[in-house]
């Protein structure tokens, strides 16, 4: 299997998790919906309906929200988790290259001082 397979594989996988996701998502907003309206014991049965309708369509409303909510929060942790990566990286680079220098000489006054 090469890295193209692997990719589509993953890809595919994703779009599956995402489908079960989504149809537990709904199944969930149907299922307090209907809930819901059940206590609703005045309302005839067409109002009851209407109503765990409306509760499901709120409920999966408010779910998409949310995610949209934690992806939007996840893409800025990423970007800035990417930025602090990278000054760190420069400031390790930075140190290493300002170090090496100096190295030797150290080296060789420990090498004085040990004899």
């Known amino acids: 299997m090469d890295e193209k397979d692997r990719r589509e594989a993953a890809a595919g996988l994703a779009r599956l998790e995402g489908y079960l996701i989504s149809q537990a998502a ?6 307090e919906a209907q809930a819901f309206a059940g206590r609703l014991t005045w309302l005839g049965p067409g109002e009851r309906q209407e109503v765990a309708g409306l509760f499901a369509e709120h409920h999966l409303r408010l779910k998409r929200q949310m995610l949209a909510a934690v992806v939007a929060r996840g893409e800025e942790l990423a970007t800035a988790y990417e930025h ?3 000054l760190l990286r420069r400031r390790l ?10 190295l030797p000489a150290l080296l060789l006054g420990l090498l004085i001082l040990l004899r």
């Open 26 to 31: 709904l199944h969930e907003a149907h299922s």
């Open 84 to 86: 602090r990566y990278s």
């Open 93 to 102: 680079t930075a140190t290493v290259v300002a170090a090496f220098p100096v």
